[in-house]
């Protein structure tokens, strides 16, 4: 991968996990937005007491809230596999690398968490 033994290697490797972290994170920022959206549309309805129906942006909303999911693991996937090609001397001393890790997987465990709230209906 490099052989520069150089830790900004492994530093710009970080910067590119976490710039798919907030990739991550505004997909499904933007999902809840349009899956409320059609919420805010039965408000405005003529007719509010007609029961909410799951419609287009239900699920093109959800859609969005699963496909940052995916992102957050698949941008992890990706993140390990450089670091276990890194040398030693490229990755600093004492440096906990797996924050990084951490962080998205935590992400994607919430997304999944909020689909899996809107889905069920409550």
């Known amino acids: 991968m490099s052989y ?27 999902g809840f937005v349009i899956e409320r959206f059609g ?3 039965h408000m405005l309805a003529a007719d509010p007491t007609r029961p909410i129906e799951r ?5 093109v909303g959800v859609a969005f809230i699963v ?8 941008s992890t ?4 596999r450089v670091i276990r090609q890194l ?4 990755i600093p001393e004492r440096y906990w690398y797996n924050a990084g890790v951490v ?6 465990g919430l997304g999944l968490a909020i689909t899996l709230y809107l889905l069920s209906g409550l």
């Open 4 to 30: 520069l033994d150089d830790p900004r290697v492994f530093f710009a490797a970080e910067r590119t996990l976490l710039a798919w972290t907030r990739t991550s994170l505004t997909l499904m920022a933007f």
């Open 39 to 41: 919420l805010f549309l």
């Open 55 to 59: 419609g287009v942006s239900f699920w």
């Open 67 to 74: 496909l940052g999911v995916i992102t957050a693991l698949i």
């Open 77 to 80: 996937a990706q993140y390990r």
């Open 87 to 90: 040398k030693p001397i490229e």
């Open 103 to 108: 962080t998205n997987l935590s992400l994607a």
